[in-house]
Every structure is written in C-alpha cells, then in structure tokens.
Nanobody
Framework: QVQLVESGGGLVQPGGSLRLSCAAS????????MGWYRQAPGKQRELVAT???????NYADSVKGRFTISRNNAKNTVYLQMNSLKPEDTAVYYC??????????WGQGTQVTVSS
C-alpha cells in the first residue's frame, strides 16, 4: 500500500522552469522504481522520466537534456526539475511508483501549463 501526492504544477511561460514533487508514504521500502508520466488533452499518457531504487534514471527523448529526475530518500520524495519548458510540455503530470511485485500506484496528478 503506497500513497503518492504530487505538487508543484502551475502556469509558466515558455523557457521557464518548474519543479514537481512527489511524496510517497506507506510501504515505501517495497518501491522498486518511481517515475513521472504526463497526459495532454486528447493524447495517451506517456512516460517522462523514471528513477530506480538504485538511482538509475531514464528519460523520454522529448525531455532529455531539459528535465531531471531525482530523489531524496530521507524525505521519501521524488522530484522532476523541468527547465526550458515548451508549450508542448503542457499536460497533467502524474507520479507513479512500481513495487518490486510489479504492482503500481498513481498520484492524483498536477497540471503544468506552459503558455505566454
């Protein structure tokens, strides 16, 4: 049983930055990988970035070089630093946690809007 709470979304101008946070609680010691997904209106949910319990990261090509995923184990929190934001980054961003048993959990989502 894992609970995820996202925060940090909002409205930002193109070229700006935001940092999303995902706080995990519950059976946190069973988490294998955490990540960020996003879903824009009319589009499928897509993977943005992941980080394993060992610190290995993975990024979608569309965000590579602009976004950075990190974790603070003491705070049980995963972050997504988003720089050089583009209008096409506009979406609802969801935090995801996958347990070592392959059971996954989702946060409620946080809206990111990139617009002038």
């Amino acid at each position: 049983q894992v609970q995820l709470v996202e925060s940090g979304g909002g409205l930002v101008q193109p070229g700006g930055s935001l940092r999303l946070s995902c706080a995990a609680s519950g059976s946190i010691f069973s988490i294998y990988v955490m990540g960020w997904y996003r879903q824009a209106p009319g589009k499928q949910r897509e993977l943005v970035a992941t980080i394993t319990s060992g610190g290995t990261t993975n990024y979608a090509d569309s965000v590579k070089g602009r976004f950075t995923i990190s974790r603070n184990n003491a705070k049980n929190t995963v972050y997504l630093q988003m720089n050089s934001l583009k209008p096409e980054d506009t979406a609802v961003y969801y935090c995801n946690a996958v347990l070592r048993s392959a059971i996954d959990y989702w946060g409620q989502g946080t809206q990111v809007t990139v617009s002038s």
